[in-house]
């Protein structure tokens, strides 16, 4: 599902982001990627996206060379994956249902089937109700749900996490990390990017842990 291979990334100056890395993630899976801030996760993260190509080695996601995609190809694939920032990076002036819907007008869906699709994710993440709200009368926990929903309402094989509960109390962190359980349950390749230990502690999934660029641990031989 992702492969990276010997990747290294190199910046001016003798900066090195990541440091030969190499691992694999499988369908199905959930994944936490830990380490201090500037450890590289968001570098990593990036290449997957891919906004960001490796100086040395290969990243490789659904048989996918991603160095090699061009034209139409790159939002093609682009459009198999979810991303869901801290932020969240939801349009103050469209509606809940506008923000979940717009990974859809993108692709071209009907107006129909927009609609079931936006409406089936938001009620996996419990916002169905909230379809017409605006994101200002929202809470910050259903904000990042909204995100959430945005993320996984193209059904994505790969879904990409960037600090999703860094804005977040406990009990709301609990409840994101929750969905995401329940998404790679369903098949999905999800990968979590957080410095919060005492969460990613609470459950038992695999952990690809940087430091300085160098994976600790988590990766393979």
């Known amino acids: 599902m992702i492969e990276f291979d010997h990747v290294s990334k190199h910046y001016g100056r003798g900066q090195d982001a990541l440091r030969d890395i190499s691992f694999e993630l499988e369908r199905g899976g959930l994944t936490f990627l830990i380490g201090h801030s500037g450890a590289g996760k968001s570098t990593l993260l990036r290449m997957i996206m891919p906004t960001e190509h490796p100086s040395k080695g290969k990243v490789v996601v659904n048989g996918h060379d991603l160095k090699s995609l061009s034209g139409?190809?790159?939002?093609?694939?682009?459009r198999s994956l979810g991303v869901v920032f801290q932020d969240h990076q939801l349009l103050a002036d469209r509606t809940v249902?506008?923000?979940?819907a717009l990974p859809l007008r993108v692709s071209g869906f009907s107006h129909?089937?927009?609609?079931?699709?936006?409406?089936?994710a938001l009620d996996?993440?419990?916002?169905?109700?909230?379809?017409?709200?605006?994101p200002g009368m929202l809470s910050a926990g259903e904000r990042q749900r909204v995100g959430v929903a945005r993320a996984v309402v193209n059904r994505p094989s790969v879904i990409?996490?960037?600090?999703?509960?860094?804005?977040?109390?406990p009990a709301l962190s609990g409840e994101i990390m929750d969905l995401f359980e329940q998404f790679s349950q369903m098949g999905a390749c999800v990968l979590i990017a957080s410095h919060d230990l005492a969460l990613v502690a609470r459950y038992q999934h695999r952990l690809l842990s940087l430091d300085r660029g160098c994976l600790l641990s988590g990766g393979d031989a």
Do not use: C, S
């Open 124 to 134: 996996k993440v419990g916002l169905l109700g909230k379809e017409r709200a605006m």
């Open 160 to 169: 990409l996490a960037d600090e999703p509960t860094g804005n977040l109390d």
């Open 97 to 100: 249902f506008d923000n979940v």
């Open 72 to 78: 139409r190809k790159l939002p093609q694939y682009r």
């Open 112 to 120: 129909r089937d927009m609609g079931r699709r936006v409406r089936a």
